[in-house]
Structures are given as C-alpha cells and as structure tokens.
C-alpha cells in the first residue's frame, strides 16, 4: 500500500515518554464507555472486565507478534445470551460459553491457517451478516428502554428524564462534535447522563467515598469459585453468535490495514489475529470476564491521529489493568444509575442494528430476489421473535443463536447463492 499522509508513529517505533502515557490514556477512554457497559447490563462487574480486556490485549500484542494495533474490549453480541445464561446457569455458565467461543476462534484460526479464508466468504456473505446483526441491535431494544422507563418495576419520569438527557448528550457528541471527541460519544454521554443524575439525587455516592483506593476485583476463577460443566444449552446460546464477532473482527482487519497502509490479513495473517482474539476471550472465562472482540472505536482514534505506535496499545493495557484494581474506579462505575446506560444503550443497539442495515444497502442487495427476501425475514423474525427449539430438558436453541444457523443453512440450500468478497463487503 503506498503511503497516503503523514505518519506520526509507525507500528513499531517507541513513543517519547509523554507522548506515550497521553495517546495511551486517549485510547483507554476510546474502549472505556462500551467495554464497561457489557458488563453493566449483564450483571458481571466493570472491574473485572477491564483486567480481562487489559490481559486480552497484551494476549493478543504478543500472539500477533507486535504486528496488529488493536484493543481488544468487551463483545456486544454476547449481551442478549450473556443475560439469558445468567438467568438459568448463573456465572459458571457464562464463563463456560465465553470459554467456549474462545475455542471456536481458536478451530476457525486454525482452518484459516490451513485453508485460506474463501470457506467463510461462502458461509458468511452480507445476506446473512447483515439481518443477524440486525437481531443482535433490535432483540436489545426492550432492555434499553425498560432501563430507561422503569424503576423497582413502575414509571418513574426522572428516569426517563436522565436516560434522554444522556441520549441527548450522547448524540451531540457524535454528530456535532470533531476530532477525538467524535470518537467518544459513548463516553461523554455516560459522563454528561451520571453529572445530570447526580443533579437529580438518584446517584448513591457513599459507596465511592467508603472504597479503597486498592481493592482486589470480584474475579470468578475456575475450581476456585464455581466449578465448570458443560450444557448444551450454553453451547447453542453462545457458540451459533460467534459468526458474528469473527465477521466483524476481518471487517476490522480490513479497515485497519487501510489505516495503517500494511495489509495485515498476510502479515502477520488472519488466523493470528483471530487466534488472539481467541486466547483474550479464554482469559477472559478464567477470571470472570465477558468475550471480546476488537474495537472499531480504537481504530477510529488510530485514523484521527496517525499514530500507530504498538507501544500506545501496550500503555492502555496497562492503564485497564491498573483501573481494574482501583477500588474507588470500581465503586463508581458501579454508581452509574440505571437510565445512564439505558440512554445510551438505546442509540447504542439502534446502531448495531442500523450497521447491520448498512451491510445490506452497501453490498447492493437485492430484495427483489426471492431468496434474499426470505433468508432475511427469517433471520429477523426468529431472531426478535425469540423462536426456540426444545429437545428433551436439555436441548434447546433459541432465539439469535437459532437465527444465526437458520440463516447459514438458508444461504447454502437455496437456489441462486453469490460469493461475496470480504474485501467488497466491508468496503476495501
């Protein structure tokens, strides 16, 4: 790729020690606001999901051998079977789908090394991307909305006061601001939401003032805390979702590779990268945190800047790591009321569906097709709907997960089936 501008840092080199702490600092704010609001709405704790996503990069650094600058930050597509398995199997269940997706990067990894990446294009046009990415925002929206509308189970209008305010804000800053700003909506809304709710009076504050400045996070060890078994109702609930995030992390590949003019899908390779993302979520099961994926929003501050020092990846590592063990951070991401993350929960899940949309409209397709009509209209009706399937008692696939396999079998029996490039689907 022939350089198109001015790099501040290149992938390798070492930035001055200022430099260093400020860009690394800019990137940890970049990931903050939405890896910690995957554990908020799923009932894990925030402190534990920033170490997890702090040990996941440096994970990843190391596997990808210094060659790929990302961060590595809590899944969003995990939040809806992250919330059902909480219900039925409580955290030993979710670590044990979180584990598992993590050995579903690894055997994928492992085929593309071998194979090459064409089986997936086949398994994963747009056709059936886009509607279950569509689910994922859509099968959210009643979470975001009862978060902002309802208190001990009643309407309370100050609730829905701070949610819009903190939707407000949040929009504001995506659309009206420039720069790093832009990059951050989700940030400076929970920031502007949780100074409005503070304003309001429905902001516990005692807890912060009583924490200690070092406090140990409530980590949930395998053998330690729960002992692990496996339930194939946890593997349906997960393990269908991961075409999603593995979708999503080569569309990041591609767009970074553009943004750091290297093409990183060769070197270091695909498989490493996906491989990294697989070992970040296995150490993320063994400490109690959610799966993660890489962060768009992180390469989005990479276009801004242009410094792609690996060293700045390395800073924000550490800088998670280091809030996760503050108590006093912990305490008042744990303060955060409800509506907050309810505001901007609802622009966040109506992106994720319109971004699902977007794939579609992007990669031209044609609804007048019979085929791609109905492959979508049953992706997203058994996917919002919440269909499931019920073998015996412990046989059961619902809901995206069941989309998500309806949807691949669809494309590959159906008549008139197109291989799509990924370069084409994510706009190489």
Avoid at 147 to 164: E, K, Q, S, W
Avoid at 244 to 257: C, F, K, N, T
Avoid at 397 to 425: H, R, T, Y
Wanted: net charge neutral; hydrophobic share 55%.
């Amino acid at each position: 790729m022939k350089p198109s501008s001015k790099i501040v840092l290149r992938i390798d080199e070492k930035p001055k020690f200022l430099q260093w702490i400020l860009l690394s600092i800019q990137h940890l704010f970049a990931m903050f606001g939405a890896t910690v609001l995957v554990p908020a709405l799923t009932g894990m704790s925030p402190a534990v999901a920033l170490v997890s996503s702090g040990l996941g990069t440096l994970a990843f650094i190391l596997i990808t051998r210094g060659k790929v600058p990302s961060y590595l930050g809590s899944s969003f597509a995990f939040i809806n079977p992250l919330i059902a398995i909480k219900a039925f199997e409580g955290f030993a269940g979710i670590m044990v789908g979180s584990f598992l997706v993590g050995i579903v990067y690894a055997i994928v990894a492992l085929v593309i090394a071998k194979t090459g990446i064409k089986w997936l294009m086949k398994l994963l046009p747009p056709i059936v991307v886009g509607p279950i990415i569509m689910v994922i925002g859509l099968g959210l929206s009643s979470v975001a909305v009862s978060m902002v509308t309802n208190h001990h189970g009643g309407y309370d209008i100050d609730y829905v006061l701070v949610g819009l305010v903190t939707l407000v804000i949040t929009i504001v800053f995506a659309i009206y601001t420039k720069g790093f700003l832009s990059v951050v909506p989700v940030l400076m809304g929970i920031i502007g939401g949780y100074i409005f709710a503070l304003i309001m009076g429905i902001v516990d504050f005692q807890r912060v003032i009583e924490a200690s400045w070092f406090e140990v996070p409530p980590f949930e060890i395998p053998f330690v805390h729960f002992t692990p078994h496996f339930t194939w109702k946890v593997f349906l609930l997960m393990v269908p979702v991961a075409i999603v995030p593995i979708a999503e992390h080569i569309g990041h590949q591609l767009v970074l590779s553009k943004v750091v003019e290297k093409d990183l899908l060769e070197d270091p390779g695909l498989h490493k990268s996906l491989f990294g993302d697989s070992v970040a979520s296995i150490i993320a099961s063994c400490i109690g945190g959610p799966p993660v994926t890489t962060y768009g929003e992180n390469i989005g501050v990479l276009a801004i800047t242009k410094a792609f020092s690996i060293y700045l990846f390395i800073g924000a590592s550490c800088f998670a790591i280091l809030f996760g063990f503050c108590g006093k951070i912990s305490a008042l991401l744990s303060s955060i009321p409800t509506p907050v993350m309810g505001g901007v929960s609802i622009l966040l899940f109506g992106i994720i569906a319109s971004s699902g949309l977007r794939m579609l409209v992007e990669n031209k397709i044609d609804f007048s097709q019979k085929r791609n009509l109905i492959i979508a209209s049953v992706i997203l009706v058994i996917g919002i709907g919440g269909a499931a399937i019920h073998i015996g008692s412990h046989f059961s696939l619902e809901g995206m997960a069941l989309a998500s396999i309806i949807g691949v079998v669809l494309n590959q029996i159906l008549p008139g089936k197109q291989v799509v490039d990924f370069k084409d689907m994510f706009g190489e």
